[in-house]
């Protein structure tokens, strides 16, 4: 149903608006309301009514709105500071209530726009950075679905921005959520653990995924408690992060007054005075609605009426519109940056680690000693790449941490007999010999990706394993012999007659004549993406799809595979890709949970699991909760319960106990937490204190292996 509307407006279902006030619980009116069917009348734009002036996008035909030709100037002087003028497009930080609704670009933005896009940014992308008051539901998610808006005659213009922008409008992205404050996006506790790498905040994920040119910051949330200062000091983290990759921050006021003296907006437009940056003045356009814009029905003087959600979207999209056009009126000679990503090379570890590497008498003493000997590597993200910080060992009885190599080293995987490791230097691949501490190289093209999670070279027996190589954008699959007779140590590459396409990291599978990997592709700036799942058949030349929508975990005992769906269900299949059985995961019904990690039992009797509980309204982990799972007879026995982030499971060599792994904050950064779990009795020891390993910077285990007894 149409009406003749004086503001863009849209008529959401009965049913959608009663599924946002589910959803928005801290963020909607006190309860739905019946759909309003006449033309919302506030806010119309009056000469003579400063609350809804505009700038130079305020009205006008088509024809005084070109359409931009988002074109990139050529790199000029990289080291060429940005331009700085702040009084020619400002008034004073002071008179903030006076600054136009949709502002002007300066020319500092324009540059910001032009460098973004000799990066690389989407010219036709935008993201948002905010909390409750920014999700799609409420904050321009409506011009993605045509239909549930109606523009104005003189705003027909407006649709063009609409259609170059598609796909930005109607998601929320990763720096999105009911609670997000500016504290929180920039904390790696807080990302999306399914789309963001290891350490990433959710801003550095956003900006990875979606490359804005523009990025609309609405955080302005306050609570009892928080200073202004701290306020400005995570806005300037979050600003300066965005110039730097190329887009235009947009910063935002409030329509509301919670803190009593408008020291939030005030904030704001200092900062926008500041870095030169467009501020769009949403308090100003809320002046003209009943109530100032905020909702009656809730009396807390902070919740917006649906009034105002519309008149929100509408200022914002005539904002966005104008920066767009004015960013493309004409050519720049702006400096630009080239598109790179910052370099893990040079970069030193600042993790609390033993810097002396361990000694072979020492190591042979380990391997005799019959104690629980760990194998691991710890990354340490920096920037935007990670530090390899080493590989290390930690002895569970003595509860010692060994350095094995230094900076600059990683683990990839274990032998089966335990006696070499597969470690790596960058691209470089080696074979390390634990009987002599020799290590053997093996090629310089392995595959690398952003994610320490990710394998790329894998034993398949204790003479051969597998690995991808990468050679002027090519990725394949090799698997090579390992011989190791009388100390003469040697590799032979062999061939995959099998078809490989686009292999980006390989998956343990324990079976014998199988590779198992997943296909994706990658770029130097995004890293990679997977597409899906594979086994490779060697005895056959052949690779099937496998049926998983995420990492598989495989028993060869049991004949079987799991993941855990999107839908917060483990499945389990047989080898050749039946569906065996569905099962809930279980965990908290308020929350939404996956699964984290699993391990098999060597027999296949019993199935480890880690479920992760995350709110469904603000995206942060609240627990992660241990199960055991035995597939005879589907039982399934709660363990404990631990707060830990990138967390990993798996059996002990006995295969009495369960080793915990992850991620933990510590004072003003992160260390690594490392428990036992005893299933026959549930109890938990801890060896954080033991461990020792912290860092400013997050840290994650990388991979983690059992260093086996030696002869």
């Not at 539901?137 to 005659?153: H, I, K, S, T």
């Not at 040697?490 to 199988?514: D, F, H, Y």
């Not at 993941?563 to 279980?586: F, K, Q």
Request: glycine share 6%.
């Amino acid at each position: 149903m149409k009406t003749n509307l004086t503001r863009s407006f849209f008529l959401l279902p009965i049913t959608a608006l009663l599924l946002a006030a589910v959803m928005l619980t801290a963020c909607a009116p006190a309860a739905p309301q019946p759909i309003q069917t006449a033309p919302v009348q506030a806010a119309v734009s009056d000469a003579n009514n400063p609350a809804t002036q505009t700038t130079g996008a305020s009205a006008g035909t088509s024809a005084e709105h070109p359409s931009p030709t988002n074109a990139a100037t050529e790199i000029t002087n990289e080291a060429e500071p940005l331009p700085y003028n702040p009084d020619a497009t400002h008034l004073a930080p002071e008179d903030w209530r006076d600054w136009p609704i949709v502002p002007e670009l300066s020319e500092r933005a324009r540059v910001i726009y032009q460098r973004g896009l000799a990066m690389g940014t989407d010219p036709q992308a935008f993201s948002k950075v905010g909390d409750c008051q920014s999700i799609k539901e409420v904050l321009l998610g409506m011009y993605d679905q045509p239909g549930n808006y109606v523009l104005r005659d003189e705003d027909q213009f407006l649709q063009e921005t609409i259609d170059h922008f598609s796909g930005s409008f109607d998601r929320n992205g990763m720096a999105v959520k009911g609670g997000f404050n500016a504290a929180s996006v920039l904390s790696p506790l807080w990302a999306d653990p399914e789309n963001c790498q290891a350490g990433e905040n959710p801003i550095e994920c956003e900006i990875r995924i979606h490359k804005p040119t523009f990025v609309i910051i609405s955080l302005e949330v306050w609570w009892e408690g928080r200073s202004v200062e701290r306020y400005e000091e995570y806005m300037r983290r979050i600003i300066e992060y965005s110039i730097d990759h190329g887009a235009v921050p947009i910063l935002s006021t409030k329509a509301d007054n919670v803190e009593g003296d408008h020291s939030i907006n005030l904030a704001t437009a200092r900062l926008a005075y500041e870095y030169d940056l467009p501020l769009w003045n949403f308090w100003l356009a809320a002046q003209g609605l009943p109530n100032r814009g905020l909702d009656p029905d809730r009396p807390d003087g902070f919740h917006l009426s649906r009034q105002a959600w519309n008149e929100r979207s509408y200022t914002a999209l005539k904002t966005l519109d104008h920066l767009w056009r004015s960013a493309n009126a004409e050519a720049v000679e702006a400096p630009v940056i080239a598109a790179t990503k910052t370099s893990a090379a040079g970069m030193v570890s600042t993790a609390t680690l033993p810097e002396e590497i361990i000694s072979l008498d020492a190591l042979q003493d380990l391997r005799a000693s019959g104690n629980d000997v760990l194998v691991f590597g710890v990354s340490e993200r920096q920037g935007e790449d990670y530090v390899a910080a080493g590989v290390f060992l930690f002895d569970f009885t003595a509860q010692q941490l060994h350095r094995l190599l230094p900076v600059g080293y990683d683990l990839q995987d274990v032998s089966p007999n335990g006696a070499a490791l597969l470690v790596n230097q960058g691209s470089q691949l080696f074979v390390l010999e634990l009987t002599t501490l020799e290590q053997i190289f093996v090629t310089d093209m392995l595959h690398r990706t952003p994610d320490p999670d990710q394998i790329t070279a894998l034993w398949l027996e204790e003479d051969s394993f597998a690995l991808i190589t990468t050679a002027d954008d090519i990725r394949q699959i090799h698997i090579v012999g390992y011989t190791n007779d009388n100390m003469a140590l040697t590799v032979e590459w062999q061939w995959i007659n099998a078809p490989v396409e686009n292999p980006i990291s390989l998956v343990k599978s324990g079976i014998a004549n199988r590779i198992v990997w997943e296909s994706g592709n990658c770029s130097p700036a995004e890293g990679c993406s997977g597409t899906g799942f594979w086994a490779t058949l060697l005895d056959m030349d052949e690779s099937m799809p496998l049926e998983a929508a995420n990492l598989p975990y495989f028993s060869s005992s049991a004949g079987a595979y799991v993941y855990g769906s999107e839908a917060s269900t483990l499945m389990m299949y047989t080898l050749d890709g039946a569906l065996r059985r569905e099962l809930p995961l279980p965990g908290n019904a308020k929350w939404e949970y996956y699964l984290a990690d699993a391990a098999w039992s060597a027999d296949g009797g019993r199935l480890a699991l880690q479920v992760i509980e995350r709110s469904n309204y603000t995206g942060k982990q609240f627990n992660v909760t241990h199960y055991l799972l035995t597939p005879a007879n589907w039982g399934i026995q709660e363990l404990a319960t631990t707060e830990t982030y990138n967390a990993t499971i798996r059996w002990s060599p006995d295969e009495e106990s369960l080793i915990l792994s992850g991620t933990v904050p510590a004072g003003d950064g992160y260390a690594l937490s490392l428990s036992r779990l005893n299933p026959s009795n549930r109890s938990l020891t801890t060896y954080n204190d033991a461990l020792n390993i912290t860092a400013p910077d997050y840290l994650t285990f990388s991979r983690l292996g059992w260093l086996v007894a030696g002869e």
